[in-house]
């Protein structure tokens, strides 16, 4: 998906905030297209995640979600008659030269056939990667997932932070509010999060009294910001930031005498959340951009992937997902490769073979030989289609994520993006998956068969 993922924003804002250094890396020359790491009976693979990090969070999960796919697919006899092995799980400590350091390793000391997963909040080993050749998977929270055609993020490989949002005026439209505030940090990510949720309010029609894209990380109280808010009877606050600041920003807010403002939080939709935040997130909605896991039921490839992770005694994350997804993109480019495999043909099937990707249904569907790796016409084709934008929706009440504004079996609010539509309603929004009875709108990504798991 596009940049309606704000979340690719806010997850790097604290990193960029604390002012951490950024190396570059020259480029390399490519590989011949073989197939190291590639034995009779295995193939290894490799990756990366900070899972030393300033935000806390659970990057490291990615390379758990690899592995229970790993299990699965091996347990039933692998592909080609080769067992998937993950021999590397490094740890880039956040850092722009770990980074560098980290995927250099994988490539020229352990000598994966592909990169696996990537989870970091500072991915400069990007252009060393894609100037190697070297089939790279992982968490699309950053713009480098964009430098060639052989790195391929779990959401596509394309992210637009000041394109106009339609999540958070499509859900202050669903409360029916007017007033909007826009909170977000003085990092440049965060700012830009601002920049495309200002857009899409305005284009809506919302009165957005209020924006702040100066505050700094761990404020304890908004100053001022409140009194506006009072003033012009703020009823909704978007924000671009991790979720402490979510959280801080509603504490301060009711602490002003305003305890029925509702809020858009682009990160923060996490098990962990439950526990550590509590009923301080009660009137927070969360937009992902996956099928969320309290709806498991309705979603056959989410509960194969809860089972296998409970297998292995490991938590249900977003990044364990993403991890999960990344091998399951991985097995269909070696599948539709055929048995003689290289590091290239793989990487060619992916991106002209695999379109409407959708992870057997755990996300909206991405088209890789279309727009996988830019905006839509990016690949050389089609440049004045339109594409989509799909969204689940979910809110913190009484302790738990509850799914909002989709239907059974269909979390997801689609609409188009290329442009915009002029109104968001019955004529221009459809969910997803769709029933059998149910007609896409021509702009929809429509999923093409691709090669099934054993």
């Known amino acids: 998906m596009r940049a309606r993922t704000v979340i690719s ?8 905030t604390m002012g951490v250094a950024v190396a570059g890396v020259g480029v390399a020359s490519a590989q011949t297209g073989g197939s190291p790491g590639v034995t009779k009976t295995t193939i290894s693979v490799g990756g990366v995640a900070a899972v030393t990090n300033q935000l806390g969070q659970p990057y490291a999960d990615g390379f758990n979600g690899v592995q229970a796919y790993f299990n699965y697919i091996n347990a039933k006899g692998g592909v080609y008659g080769h067992k998937f092995k993950l021999v590397a799980r ?6 722009a030269s770990g980074d560098v350091e980290a995927v ?9 056939f592909a990169v696996m997963p990537v989870v970091t909040d500072i991915f400069d080993g990007a252009s060393y990667l894609a100037s190697k050749g070297v089939p790279t998977f992982g968490w699309n929270i950053n713009s480098q997932w964009n430098d060639g055609p052989n790195l391929f993020g779990e959401k596509g490989s394309y992210l637009c932070f000041t394109c106009p949002e339609a999540a958070p005026p499509y859900l202050a439209q669903q409360l029916g509010v007017k007033n909007v505030a826009i909170l977000a940090y003085t990092a440049a990510q965060s700012q830009t999060c601002a920049s ?10 919302f009165n957005v009294v209020l924006v702040d ?3 700094s990380f761990g404020f304890t109280d908004l100053g001022s910001d409140v009194d506006t808010m009072k003033a012009k ?9 991790d979720i402490a600041g979510e959280v801080n920003a509603a504490q301060a807010i009711r602490r002003a ?11 923060g939709y996490a098990p962990s959340t439950l526990t550590k935040y509590g009923n301080e997130l009660n009137g927070v909605y969360f937009g992902i951009d996956f099928w969320p896991f309290e709806d498991a039921k309705h979603s056959p490839e989410l509960t194969l992937f809860v089972k296998e992770m409970n297998a292995i005694h490991e938590p249900i994350t977003e990044q364990a997902l993403s991890g999960w997804i990344n091998a399951d993109l991985l097995y269909k480019g070696i599948k539709l490769a055929g048995p003689n495999f290289t590091q290239k043909s793989v990487i060619d099937a992916i991106n002209t073979k695999i379109n409407g990707y959708t992870a057997n249904g755990l996300r909206p569907p991405v088209d890789w030989a279309f727009d996988g790796h830019g905006p839509p016409g990016a690949n050389g084709t089609q440049p004045n289609t339109d594409h989509e934008t799909c969204t689940a929706y979910e809110l913190f009440e009484n302790g738990k994520f509850v799914p909002q504004f989709g239907k059974p079996g269909q979390p997801f609010v689609c609409n188009t993006e290329n ?5 968001l309603n019955s004529t221009t929004l459809y969910y997803r998956p769709p029933k059998p009875s149910e007609q896409l709108p021509t702009t929809a990504t429509v999923p093409t068969t691709s090669p099934a798991v054993p």
């Open 419 to 423: 442009p915009l539509p002029p109104v």
């Open 196 to 205: 495309g949720m200002e857009a899409g309010f305005k284009q809506y029609g």
């Open 257 to 267: 005498g305003l305890p029925n403002v509702k809020y858009y939080a682009p990160e």
């Open 213 to 215: 894209d100066s505050i």
């Open 9 to 16: 924003a806010v997850a790097v804002v604290l990193t960029a």
């Open 104 to 112: 250099r390793e994988l490539v020229e000391q352990d000598k994966v």
């Open 233 to 241: 009877n703020v009823q909704f606050v978007g924000t671009c930031m």
């Open 90 to 95: 490094l740890d880039d400590q956040d850092r």
